[in-house]
């Protein structure tokens, strides 16, 4: 079955830097990628939607300043956490999906640590 | 509004079974899903239900009720692993998908 790829699992980064997490589908065509976070013991919070070739739709209170989505090519969507704060900190997972009916993939997640 | 309900936390022994529940109440129906989801990691693509009735899958089951906004996943012969949390969610009209806070399980021996 199709397969998608996050990376890095886990990350540990100092406040102020900026974090690139990277969403791979790879063996489908991602029409859609969707970005949500989850604070422990907390369900998922999509943050953003993204389509291939055009600018993310982000959901309100999710500033598109700060996490910047980057969906370039029908395979890759990445997220860029900048100037990270250390309530930032949280498991961020990206899922893709080939089209509406289809069924959506989840990536492994990224744990990020801001400290 | 849109939201989904599904209690917060639910206890049984291993070898059991444990029926969780989902009810829904959002603007049109696409669908809903089941997904296990363990600590630390990314939740698991457990059922998938869009037309009444029962899904059997292995020792998981998902029950749909569109007309009372409901469902459940129905889980049998309880094993250890099977402690995780289970998320209900529900694609709309408008093809969003509505999330459910999750079902913490928690087997005992």
């Known amino acids: 079955g199709a397969v998608v790829s996050q990376h890095p699992s886990r990350v540990i980064c100092k406040s102020g830097t900026s974090v690139k997490i990277e969403c791979r589908s790879l063996d489908f065509q991602a029409t859609t990628m969707f970005w949500y976070r989850q604070f422990p013991k907390k369900s998922l919070m999509l943050m953003a939607t993204s389509n291939e070739g055009s600018k993310a739709t982000y959901e309100q209170g999710v500033e598109k300043d700060k996490f910047l989505i980057n969906h370039a090519s029908l395979t890759l969507s990445t997220l860029t956490v900048t100037s990270a704060h250390p309530e930032d900190s949280s498991f961020y997972i990206c899922?893709?999906?080939?089209?509406?009916?289809?069924?959506?993939?989840f990536g492994q997640g990224t744990r990020l640590t801001v400290v | 509004g849109q939201n989904i309900d599904q209690p917060t936390e639910m206890t049984a022994t291993e070898g059991a079974i444990v029926q969780i529940n989902c009810t829904y109440q959002t603007s049109g129906f696409n669908g809903l899903f089941w997904y296990q989801q363990h600590a630390g990691e990314a939740p698991t693509f457990l059922s998938y239900n869009v037309l009444d009735g029962l899904e059997e899958k292995g020792r998981f089951s998902s029950f749909l009720s569109r007309s009372k906004g409901y469902s459940y996943l129905l889980l049998k012969e309880l094993q250890m692993k099977d402690s995780a949390s289970y998320l209900c969610a529900v694609k709309n009209s408008n093809y969003q998908l509505i999330w459910g806070a999750g079902t913490k399980l928690i087997i005992k021996p």
């Open positions: 899922r893709v999906t080939g089209g509406l009916n289809t069924e959506a993939f």
